[in-house]
């Protein structure tokens, strides 16, 4: 609906809803309703009014089911393939942009001119935006995840600790004291979990059997967030120092990810195995190695001090005491 307001260049006085969920809690009697909190913080964000239709009387919503079936059918039909959310939202823009140009039965002006229009009786929009995420506050459970929405998130907090979850349509944000600690796409299924190998890299530094059999690293694996360099470089690294200590060892460098990011460790790790390193160190050599490059100084332009230049001292002279017989004087 933030995008309405900023595609109609203000905000409509009266809005009317079907009975949505995400808006209305109980239906009570004719017209009223109990509405959500985040949906009430929500319309007196933008100030604008809510209305809700009958259920099952579709003719009170006007030609709404006729407009979004003529928008289907030109628009959606075959159903597009796009890449993700904003793909789809900017085809749909651009949709909306072209039937701007359409004139109704009965009109004699094209869409774009009657809504131009109709522009100034709306209401300014808010300076501010407003975060649409339906907020929760959970507790972390044993296995260190909390319950949104009927599905576990991992998180990096111990057992207990009340922390704040974010959902948004794609994704799910938990926070705890002011700052982000874990970030997951969002689950649409039902009693799922979902679960981050790098909240649990301190646990398994402590218990490095762990990690073979471990869930969150086969989420990795189905993820693409394991490559096969990881497997050679943790091979490496049993061989050299035992599969306990192995294992631990390549605990460490996936830790590295949390200071450097995991695109830049991944492209370390790969490095490390393709010259043959089985070593942490190696790998944080790699991942530091671009600061240790230091820029060749640039020529100063010393001005009128260079009239106090000097050559640089002979020693020529030093060979007049070079003498070619002994010495003849006498201690």
């Not at 109980?26 to 985040?38: M, S």
């Not at 993820?223 to 294992?247: E, F, I, M, S, Y």
Request: charged share 25%; net charge positive.
């Amino acid at each position: 609906m933030r995008g309405a307001f900023g595609y109609f260049g203000g905000v409509f006085r009266l809005l009317r809803y079907d009975n949505l969920a995400s808006a209305v809690r109980k239906i009570l009697r004719g017209h009223r309703r109990e509405e959500t909190a985040r949906f009430v913080a929500f319309r007196s964000h933008w100030r604008f009014a809510a209305e809700f239709c009958t259920p099952g009387e579709g003719h009170e919503k006007g030609g709404i089911e006729g407009e979004v079936g003529y928008f289907r059918r030109n628009h959606l039909v075959p159903v597009p393939e796009v890449a993700d959310l904003d793909a789809l939202n900017a085809l749909l823009l651009a949709a909306c942009r072209a039937d701007e140009a359409r004139v109704l039965d009965g009109r004699s002006e094209a869409v774009g001119v009657a809504m131009a229009a109709e522009r100034g009786h709306l209401l300014r929009p808010a300076d501010e935006g407003f975060d649409l995420a339906e907020v929760t506050f959970p507790l972390v459970d044993k296995q260190g995840c909390v319950t949104v929405k009927t599905n576990a998130y991992s998180v990096p907090a111990r057992a207990g600790t009340r922390v704040e979850a974010r959902v948004h349509p794609l994704h799910v944000e938990i926070w705890h004291g002011g700052r982000r600690i874990a970030r997951h796409e969002r689950c649409h299924s039902r009693r799922q979990q979902v679960l981050d190998l790098e909240h649990y890299l301190d646990v398994l530094g402590h218990k490095p059997g762990a990690l073979a059999g471990s869930r969150p690293l086969e989420q990795w694996r189905r993820a693409g967030r394991w490559p096969a360099c990881h497997d050679v470089l943790w091979d490496r690294l049993r061989a050299r120092h035992g599969k306990q200590n192995g294992t631990r060892a390549m605990v460490a460098v996936l830790m590295l990810g949390r200071e450097f990011g995991e695109e830049r460790l991944r492209a370390a790790i790969a490095t490390a195995v393709s010259l043959g390193a089985c070593d942490v160190a190696a790998v944080r050599y790699l991942l530091g190695e671009a600061a240790l490059h230091k820029a060749r100084p640039t020529p100063v332009d010393i001005g009128e001090l260079a009239r106090y230049d000097r050559p640089m001292p002979s020693v020529a002279d030093y060979d007049t005491l070079l003498l070619s017989g002994p010495c003849a004087g006498r201690a």
